[in-house]
């Protein structure tokens, strides 16, 4: 690979790693609360089976898209699934008061069985999982082709930015979990941001998949031009930037002291992956 090549997949592999980061985060906390209720010995099995699965459900739909990732019909549902993703959390976030929903969801983990909580933790990775690989991916298409044979419908190289950003996000919920759990917490607006990233990736695989030579919609080259990826690479940076500096860091109050209290032990039971 020549520089100039090298340097724009290692651009998309830092970006991944970055979202992979803040929403391997949330989902580690999103876990950590479903397993709470658990004694401790349980709650790592629990965290531990829920991981394992992770990996084999994340390594498994990953060699299974690499064949099917040129076929357009599935570009189009991973960009309608990314974009309700987005869509459905800044709504939520917005617009709906789901405070009571999530007491509710909280309430009703209290009182499961070991291994219907490990089945819930089960279903949570393989939407995680989605998430993530299918945000990989379309960050990953429209990356040059390179020398590498190809693995499925998928050039070698895409392929090994898909498959490192999601050992990162994997590495990222068993160990680093504390730290973006920690980082989300002072700086919300990161979530919201992500999620905005994420809706904004959703349409960039729309924009690939419009332009599938079945489909022709647009030229076949457009999500290959200069403009369209400097327009694309900007939009995602200023999201990224303004999720950082129009987020007010949270101050330290009587409230949130207690809160903080509440987070250690979540930010400890995230530790457990």
Known sequence: MDIGLLLEYAWVLLV??????????????????????????????????GLGGAFVFRFGSLFIISFLVDIWQVQAIGAIYLLFLSLNHLVKKFFLNDRKESKKEKNSQQGAGFWTTVLKVELADIAFAVDSILAAVALALTLPNTNLP???????G?????????????IIMRFAANYFVRLLHR??????????????????LAVYTLAHPNLGILAEDFPKE?????????VLVAIALGGWFLSSERKETEREDENEDTLEEENDEANDF
């Open 150 to 156: 190809r693995i499925g419908g998928m050039d070698g």
């Open 16 to 49: 991944l790693i970055g979202l992979e980061g803040v929403l391997a985060a949330d989902n580690a906390l999103v876990m950590a609360i479903m397993v709470k209720h658990l004694d401790p010995k349980k709650r790592k099995k629990a965290l531990f089976y």
């Open 158 to 170: 895409q392929f090994l930015v898909i498959l490192t950003g999601g050992i990162v996000g994997l």
């Open 226 to 234: 200069t403009a369209w990826k400097i327009t694309f690479w900007g």
């Open 187 to 204: 700086k919300p607006g990161l979530e919201t941001a992500a999620f905005a990233i994420v809706g904004w990736v959703g349409v960039k």
